[in-house]
């Protein structure tokens, strides 16, 4: 239920808005370590079921069970992906600012060498 409603205002979110993607991996990643936080809080409470019922209500139903370890399986690949996007996302920045160093570098060789032809002619 937390990890449902989480994905559906995610979902919202980016459907309303196209930022750029480090933002978008940003927020997925913070809700994200913020659903998992809440899901451990939950469990680990005196206050809620204790381990005896969870385990009990778990066993009655084995898929209920697998859908909770594939869902948190995949709020942990989706926490990867986002922060391998961030990575990409500022190595092709570097990559790109690196390429317009080396293009500027290029072209002001080339003038100085077409100004030093032209002086001995």
């Not at 370590?33 to 005896?52: K, W």
């Not at 594939?70 to 570097?94: P, Y």
């Amino acid at each position: 239920e937390v990890l449902a409603d989480g994905e559906e205002a995610l979902q919202r979110r980016a459907d309303k808005s196209r930022r750029d993607d480090d933002d978008l991996c940003k927020e997925y990643r913070g809700r994200l370590v913020g659903m998992l936080d809440q899901i451990e809080r939950i469990v680990s409470s005196s206050d809620g079921p204790s381990e005896n019922e969870i385990v009990g209500a778990i066993s009655e139903s084995h898929l209920e069970l697998e859908v909770l370890c594939l869902r948190r399986d995949l709020a942990a690949v989706k926490l990867e992906a986002a922060a391998s996007a961030g990575k990409r996302d500022e190595m092709r920045h570097t990559v790109t600012e690196l390429h317009k160093q080396l293009l500027g570098e290029a072209n002001l060789k080339r003038r100085n060498n077409r100004g030093a032809s032209l002086m001995f002619q």
